[in-house]
């Protein structure tokens, strides 16, 4: 009978310990594929088209189609070399405001089909969505809707050529993981000889709610990065510069009204987010490795060092923002090496510093998880699963997370992560070192969401602890780094 009471008594214990209910969203939340696309990180942009070879940076659409003739173009070149330094998919314009197409579109005459380039029969992005296929990268395209060399731009003629277009992409070279909406739209152009400047309602003229339901309809999954100021609701948001940083501060959730309201005062919201934002639209970080968005020869000598892309890497993934670097072909069609070394060194210096997980040997405990719940307990944070989490009871909004080594340990780096599905919570948070028998303060900020870097003097501790310090609801933490 004693055998029989133990028995019942382990299994009830057993089973509140796997009773306990998860904490309840805290709304807005990422849907599964916006959760995906943040999971990947780092994309790369590829500027190419005929300002490869006017050397300028916007086109008029005045070119000629026979100016776009890449000799040595080889997209497998560039896909490996992407894959190589850990990019995991690649964003290409496929039109940009000069309205020149990299595909053989049946509705314009000014695309590759009129160019010598193989004899009008090239198309650059099939070759390059078949390099991503067989490489395992992802393919994504962008498509200006400002477009300078179409005579109709401005009517509503103009915005069926461009949904037709669109149509056509997504028809041809889906699955496509996300899709670049521009903001540029309206000014001076060549529109078909009228050589004039043509300005637009960019937040009407588009018809964004048809624009962005016909990509929706061909595939859910694609990221839609648009104009966060329109109703039309997109998915990422941009990060208001294209220098390569988001706010340290920075909450994945904005309201697109407020945005349109603040007008040309709106950048410091898309910096930093929102705390109190309707919907989940995380920014995205653009910025190219060069000074320019294409390729131009003199500036073969100002490529980002691969010193200066870490520091980006941890002002944007490192501030849980995914990563579109820009790359430039050349007018041969290749990745130029000055790139390519550089893009190789930067993955190199990723690698190193965060390939050695030093919380997976330590000693760690916190100060309470939810119901004492074997679920969201402190191994949750270092068993390297993204859908095990940390959590408190919900009338707990702090905790402390302990790390014990047995032996003094460098560190340089602390990496937190949020369990996003339900939602992003913390608000402010501290680190502290281990010196001697006192603990010393070494870093304090703000949010965390998908993942958080913070960067440290080199130190060396046998205990790190995490403070969190202020939160909307419980914390929930999916994974902490020490490195």
């Known amino acids: 009978m004693r055998i029989l009471f133990i028995f019942l008594l382990l299994l009830a214990t057993s089973c509140n310990k796997t009773s306990v209910p ?116 992802e393919f994504g395209i962008y498509l200006s809707p400002w477009d300078r060399n179409h005579a109709d731009y401005g009517s509503p003629v103009y915005v069926e050529y461009y949904q037709n277009q669109l149509k056509e992409l997504l028809d041809r070279y889906g699955p496509i993981f996300e899709i670049w909406f521009d903001g540029a739209n309206g000014g001076d152009g060549y529109y078909g000889g009228a050589r004039e400047t043509r300005k637009i309602d960019d937040q009407v003229y588009y018809r964004w709610h048809e624009t962005f339901k016909i990509t929706r309809d061909h595939n859910p999954k694609t990221i839609i990065r648009g104009d966060a100021r329109s109703s039309a609701i997109c998915d990422s948001r ?11 501060t920075n909450w994945n959730m904005v309201t697109p009204d ?82 390519i070394n550089s893009l190789l060194q930067w993955k190199q210096m990723i ?19 939810r119901g004492k719940s074997s679920q969201y307990d402190a191994a949750n944070l270092t068993d390297g699963k993204s859908n095990t989490y940390w959590a408190t009871d919900d009338e707990i909004k702090t905790g402390t997370i302990e790390f014990e080594f047995e032996e003094s340990r460098n560190i340089k780096f602390i990496l937190l992560q949020e369990y996003i599905p339900l939602g992003q919570r913390v608000r402010s948070f501290n680190i502290e070192v281990l010196n001697g028998e006192k603990w010393d303060k070494v870093a304090e900020a703000t949010t965390i969401g998908y993942k958080r870097i913070i960067p440290l003097e080199k130190i060396k501790t046998k205990g790190v602890r995490i403070n969190i310090t202020e939160s909307r609801a419980c914390p929930v933490l999916s994974n902490i780094g020490i490195y």
């Open 238 to 248: 941009w990060c208001a510069n294209e220098r390569g940083f988001v706010g340290e």
């Open 351 to 369: 690698d190193e510093c965060f390939s050695e997980n030093l919380a997976s040997e330590a000693n760690v405990s916190v100060d309470s998880y």
């Open 22 to 137: 998860p904490p309840v969203p805290v709304f807005p939340v990422p849907n599964v594929h916006q959760v995906e696309w943040q999971q990947k990180e780092l994309f790369a942009f590829v500027h190419f088209t005929v300002n490869t070879f006017t050397d300028k940076e916007w086109g008029y659409g005045d070119e000629d189609p026979d100016l776009f003739n890449p000799v040595n173009f080889d997209p497998y070149q560039w896909v490996n070399v992407l894959k190589e330094s850990g990019f995991k998919g690649v964003i290409i314009t496929a039109k940009h405001h000069d309205g020149f197409c990299l595909w053989p579109s049946l509705y314009t005459e000014h695309s590759v089909r009129n160019s010598k380039w193989r004899d009008g029969k090239g198309d650059v992005l099939r070759e390059l969505k078949d390099a991503c296929d067989k490489h395992g990268i």
């Open 258 to 339: 407020t945005l349109f309201v603040l007008g040309e005062n709106r950048f410091e919201m898309l910096h930093m987010g929102s705390e109190d934002g309707e919907y989940w639209m995380p920014a995205e970080v653009d910025v190219s490795i060069r000074p320019g968005w294409f390729y131009h020869s003199r500036e073969d000598s100002l490529v980002k060092s691969p010193e200066q892309l870490f520091d980006i890497y941890l002002k944007s993934v490192g501030r849980g923002s995914p990563l579109l670097l820009n790359v430039a072909p050349d007018k041969n069609g290749l990745l130029p090496d000055p790139d």
